[in-house]
């Protein structure tokens, strides 16, 4: 799948709160279906609803233990998910860098400008 | 320490990037307005600003080109401002040209850029929004910092970045 295409589907998947609590709890390790819809105020269907959603964005893999089929987080998109922002994070954060230096400047230029005052203020 | 930059997609089309600086609002709203300050920091490592044109009340055009220093090659941004209101919130279209260098963003739908500053005990948070005309149109622009299409150097962010944590 094309990387962009990609990354429609794991962001259309991570658009929900519930899923993305699934995820959260799945960090921390594998879990069954019913420990997962343990903590939700949903039924077990509705949890394996978004579980089915998850799995085919890839985020999510089944076990084959028998009844139990635990599920598990898979890193993998979610990693390419973030690198993408990540880039464009980082240029940003270097432009407004640069802009935080040239603040410095203007804010000490500021206060150059009112020496006077400044001076007074401190006698006192 | 300044947050660092954070950038969510509020929709399909949207990209917001948010950001807060210590320092006044007013000095940040002159920072983003006028041209000799704009120079100074908007930008890309290795590419000068050899033109940068504002004229902010509504309406008002401005222009932004950035050339290569090195190549020599040339891209920019221009539009018209739709809403100002110094020194909380400037309001703008904004047209890619992609020069030179080309790019996947469309050069003919417009981005609508909004930005909202507002401060609180001497620190002024920023809210840049983005909207652009397609989901498509958002995807390119936000993957321009995955390709080399800008020569973006890595290294040198890195460097800048080990300089900022030392």
């Known amino acids: ?124 | 320490m300044p947050t660092p930059a954070q950038v969510t997609l509020p929709s399909d089309r949207e990209v917001r990037v948010t950001r807060q600086f210590h320092a006044p609002r007013q000095l940040v709203y002159d920072a983003h307005t006028k041209p000799e300050l704009i120079r100074k920091w908007m930008g890309y490592a290795d590419w000068d600003m050899p033109v940068c044109e504002m004229d902010v009340r509504v309406g008002g055009k401005y222009r932004w080109y950035w050339k290569h220093k090195e190549s020599g090659k040339e891209f920019g941004f221009y539009g018209a401002f739709t809403e100002v209101n110094a020194p909380a919130h400037l309001a703008h279209d904004q047209y890619y040209d992609p020069g030179d260098i080309g790019g996947s963003m469309p050069a003919d739908d417009p981005c609508v850029v909004s930005l909202d500053l507002k401060e609180h005990n001497g620190v002024t948070t920023l809210v840049c929004n983005m909207q652009f005309a397609s989901k498509e149109a958002r995807d390119g622009a936000v993957a321009t910092g995955m390709t080399d299409g800008m020569e973006f150097s890595y290294a040198r962010l890195d460097d800048e970045f080990a300089k900022q944590a030392a």
């Open chain 1, 1 to 124: 799948m094309p990387i962009v295409d990609q990354l429609d589907v794991t962001f259309a998947a991570l658009a929900d709160p519930t899923r993305r609590a699934i995820l959260a709890r799945l960090a921390e390790g594998e879990a069954s279906v019913m420990e997962l819809a343990a903590p939700f105020e949903i039924s077990q269907p509705a949890i394996s609803k978004h579980l089915r959603v998850l799995e085919l964005a890839g985020l999510v893999s089944r076990g084959r233990d028998g009844q139990r089929r635990p599920c598990r987080i898979e890193a993998e998109p979610l990693a390419a998910a973030s690198a993408w922002i990540e880039n464009y994070r980082r240029i940003w954060e270097a432009t407004y860098a640069r802009l935080d230096d040239l603040l410095e400047m203007m804010k000490r230029e500021q206060r150059n400008a009112r020496p006077a005052r400044r001076a007074r203020r401190k006698r006192k």
